[in-house]
Antibody, heavy 127, light 108 residues
Framework: QITLKESGPTLVKPTQTLTLTCTFS??????????VGWIRQPPGKALEWLAL???????RYSPSLESRLTITKDTSKNQVVLTMTNMDPVDTGTYYC???????????????????WGQGTTVTVSS | ENVLTQSPDTLSLSPGERATLSCRAS???????LAWYQQKPGQAPRLLIY???SRATGIPDRFSGSGSGTDFTLTITRLEPEDFAVYYC?????????FGPGTKVDIK
């Protein structure tokens, strides 16, 4: 059974750096095709994708936030860490991590969506 | 960036009725890379459909997906009380991964 859980501060001040950790079980981030992504949701608003890291260390970022984001993985600890610099009140919201399967077989790519999500962690940016 | 738009914004229906939700992309998507999620208040999103029409594990068969190119549809054949929620489409045929703004299905 795949599970993920987000952890980190609930309150950060403007201009500070946010560090969130996704701790997972039931899969290995060294298995071909496996990825973990981060998605956020401001209160009452839609989902926004932030970043994704693959089993092979490939990293993908939202273009609008790329300069502020870093995603890393620690396979031995079953963790993925997201850092976001220069936090602003508009970054307030719930942050989720999710498991994904996305792989190539020959010339064909297969994508199975963000199939398991963590419960989310709420982050408020305020002085 | 492949922008997804969803319609309608809100769909007001009664239990037992059929719901048809639309997702339109600004650029054509290979059907393998279109997914749908359900989100209830205070909960994380749940994957319903991947690859346009494949149901995720444990998803009842009243949920179905269809479409191609730039137009995709999620259909709920007979709404159950637990189906009233917000539904998001999502693509990852091209980076960046994008979500639609969501359609809220509420009780009429």
């Amino acid at each position: 059974q795949i599970t993920l859980k987000e952890s980190g501060p609930t309150l950060v001040k403007p201009t500070q750096t946010l560090t969130l950790t996704c701790t997972f079980s039931g899969f290995s981030l060294s298995t071909s095709g496996v990825a973990v992504g981060w998605i956020r949701q401001p209160p009452g608003k839609a989902l926004e994708w932030l970043a994704l890291i693959y089993w092979n260390d490939d990293e993908r970022y939202s273009p609008s936030l790329e300069s502020r984001l870093t995603i890393t993985k620690d396979t031995s600890k079953n963790q993925v860490v997201l850092t976001m610099t220069n936090m602003d009140p508009v970054d307030t919201g719930t942050y989720y991590c999710a498991h994904s399967l996305d792989f190539w077989s020959g010339y064909d790519r297969y994508y199975y969506g963000l199939d398991v999500w963590g419960q989310g962690t709420t982050v408020t940016v305020s002085s | 960036e492949n922008v997804l738009t969803q319609s309608p914004d809100t769909l007001s229906l009664s239990p037992g009725e059929r719901a048809t939700l639309s997702c339109r992309a600004s650029q054509s998507i290979n059907s393998r890379f279109l997914a749908w999620y359900q989100q209830k208040p205070g909960q994380a999103p749940r994957l319903l459909i991947y690859g346009t029409s494949s149901r995720a594990t444990g998803i009842p068969d009243r949920f179905s997906g269809s479409g191609s190119g730039t137009d995709f549809t999620l259909t709920i054949t007979r709404l159950e009380p637990e189906d009233f929620a917000v539904y998001y489409c999502q693509q990852y045929g091209s980076s960046p991964l994008t979500f639609g703004p969501g359609t809220k299905v509420d009780i009429k």
